[in-house]
């Protein structure tokens, strides 16, 4: 059983900025990897990032996001981090963290473990 609970979410303006975090605790040692997907309301859920560390550190950014925000992992803290910048309204959703033993990073599917989710809203 691996838990993942996201944190630092918020309201921020247009412009603006966040880092979310994503804390792993319990059966961490199996995973390769962590994924940041969101889902705004009425649209399916989307993958934004995903960083593994199985031969090395790799990551994976949707178009969307790509050059606005970063993914990157404190293996001491099993904790993964979102750094968000350059936010726009289109960005506001629910962001969630997910586990991965294996798959490819970019679909939903190859998750197993799923946090809680937390809110991220940009107003304009």
């Known amino acids: 059983q691996v838990r993942l609970v996201e944190s630092g979410g918020g309201l921020v303006q247009a412009g603006g900025s966040l880092r979310l975090s994503c804390a792993a605790s319990?059966?961490?040692?199996?995973?390769?990897?962590v994924g940041w997907f969101r889902q705004a309301p009425g649209k399916e859920r989307e993958f934004v990032a995903a960083?593994?560390?199985?031969?090395?550190?790799?990551?994976a950014y949707a178009d969307s996001v790509k050059g606005r925000f970063t993914i990157s992992r404190d293996s001491a803290k099993n904790t993964v981090y979102l750094e968000m910048n350059s936010l726009t309204p289109e960005d506001t959703a629910v962001y969630y963290c997910?586990?991965?033993?294996?798959?490819?990073?970019?679909?939903?599917?190859?998750?197993?473990?799923w946090g809680q989710g937390t809110q991220v809203t940009v107003s304009s």
């Open positions: 960083i593994s560390w199985s031969g090395g550190i790799s990551t």
């Open positions: 997910a586990s991965a033993s294996s798959g490819s990073l970019r679909l939903v599917r190859s998750y197993d473990y």
């Open positions: 319990g059966r961490t040692a199996s995973r390769y990897a």
